[in-house]
């Protein structure tokens, strides 16, 4: 079973500058794809094509789900110095994540527990 798909239209690879753009951010996440090879990515390299993708698309407010999961710390790194450029250049980032993510200047809201959390048998044992 193959997991390609069907050829990318012409009219979607017509544009050479968007090819560029779109190759020159794949550099900068450090990754390299070819010939459909995105199709199988997987862990940090998928991740790093989601955001590769986020980039891609240009947009002022990005809107971001757990960005961290599945990054090693290099890639962490790569997530944190893409928002800051992407604020840098007037661009807004919401976050929402479990794990640590430096953004300067970041306002920090911490939701409480959506249910109170019960009291279980290992709380009840000497510590």
């Known amino acids: 079973m193959s997991l390609r798909g069907p050829p990318l239209p012409r009219l979607l690879l017509s544009n050479v500058s968007c090819m560029r753009n779109?190759?020159?951010?794949?550099?900068h996440t450090?990754?390299?794809?070819?010939d459909g090879g995105a199709l199988v990515l997987t862990?940090?390299?998928?991740?790093?094509l989601q955001l590769a993708r986020v980039m891609a698309m240009d947009r002022?407010?990005?809107?971001l789900d757990e960005p961290s999961v599945a990054l090693d710390d290099e890639?962490?790194?790569?997530?944190e110095q893409m928002i800051a450029d992407h604020r840098s250049q007037g661009g807004i980032a919401i976050v929402a994540t479990h794990l640590p993510i430096q953004i300067e200047d970041a306002v920090i809201l911490r939701l409480p527990p959506r249910f109170p959390r019960r009291i279980t048998l290992v709380d009840m044992l000497p510590h």
């Open 22 to 27: 779109a190759q020159q951010i794949l550099r």
């Open 30 to 34: 450090n990754i390299s794809i070819h």
């Open 43 to 48: 862990g940090a390299n998928g991740k790093r």
């Open 60 to 63: 002022p407010i990005w809107l």
């Open 75 to 79: 890639g962490v790194r790569l997530l």
